[in-house]
């Protein structure tokens, strides 16, 4: 099954990290039960798969986070190690740096601290600060380079606003994704813990954005863990 050569992949780079693991036969989980991972194969079209990770930690107040990948190419193995591939380079590092205490060489999730604003506090009754745990920023495009990434750090600015000023107090998991066609948006996806974030959603919609000829796509994960004490 193709569920099982996926956790022997995610057990495999969780050793080549120095990480202990198990690989179980619905899922892998680490020794030290910090981060489990089960994974799921959907087969849609003769050139297309979408993989689907499921992310469970203590940490979590929501969980699993669920992480879907689309794969293509001339073979399910190309399809699948597309899929596979786009899994490392986005959510595997956020996941084993901010849920399994993990310290890579080249740490690959950018740390900051999110704090709510003193005038945002009353609202909750109390001060809420998250450190933060942001993947790379992904791109893919049809052009040299993606004309949507300029206009990114200024979205995530204002991400980081929205966020502070609405989202409760606990842990958080947010994914972006965009894609433009031949100058025109059409995709535009913002989840906050699994479920459509919809001020966050209109938030990229309405963003000043390049969308530039050909096809233009951006995705980045963001991992929010409260601070001791909020």
């Given at each position: 099954?193709?569920?099982?050569?996926?956790?022997?992949?995610?057990?495999?780079?969780?050793?080549?990290?120095?990480?202990?693991?198990?690989?179980?036969?619905?899922?892998?989980?680490?020794?030290?039960?910090?981060?489990?991972?089960?994974?799921?194969?959907?087969?849609?079209?003769?050139?297309?798969?979408?993989?689907?990770?499921?992310?469970?930690?203590?940490?979590?107040?929501?969980?699993?986070?669920?992480?879907?990948?689309?794969?293509?190419?001339?073979?399910?193995?190309?399809?699948?190690n597309q899929a596979f591939e786009k899994f490392l380079r986005g959510v595997f590092h956020v996941a084993i740096e901010g849920l399994a205490e993990h310290v890579c060489e080249n740490m690959q999730a950018e740390i900051e601290l999110w704090q709510r604003s003193s005038a945002s506090w009353k609202i909750w009754r109390k001060d809420a600060r998250w450190k933060i745990y942001s993947g790379p920023v992904i791109s893919q495009a049809t052009t040299e380079l993606c004309s949507l990434t300029p206009g990114y750090p200024a979205f995530y600015a204002k991400l980081e606003k929205l966020f502070t000023a609405s989202v409760p107090p606990g842990s958080h998991f947010v994914r972006t994704f965009l894609a433009g066609l031949k100058g025109t948006l059409i995709s535009a996806e913002v989840l906050l813990d699994n479920?459509?974030?919809?001020?966050?959603?209109?938030?990229?919609?309405?963003h000043d954005w390049d969308y530039s000829d050909g096809y233009q796509a951006i995705r980045q994960v963001i991992l929010a863990l409260p601070e001791a004490g909020t």
């Open positions: 099954m193709a569920s099982d050569k996926v956790l022997d992949m995610i057990h495999g780079a969780l050793i080549a990290h120095g990480i202990d693991a198990v690989r179980r036969d619905r899922d892998v989980m680490l020794q030290s039960k910090q981060l489990r991972f089960e994974a799921e194969v959907f087969e849609t079209s003769s050139d297309r798969l979408v993989l689907e990770i499921y992310i469970f930690s203590p940490l979590l107040d929501v969980q699993p986070v669920i992480e879907s990948f689309a794969g293509f190419g001339d073979t399910r193995e190309q399809e699948l479920a459509v974030w919809h001020e966050g959603q209109n938030l990229a919609v309405g």
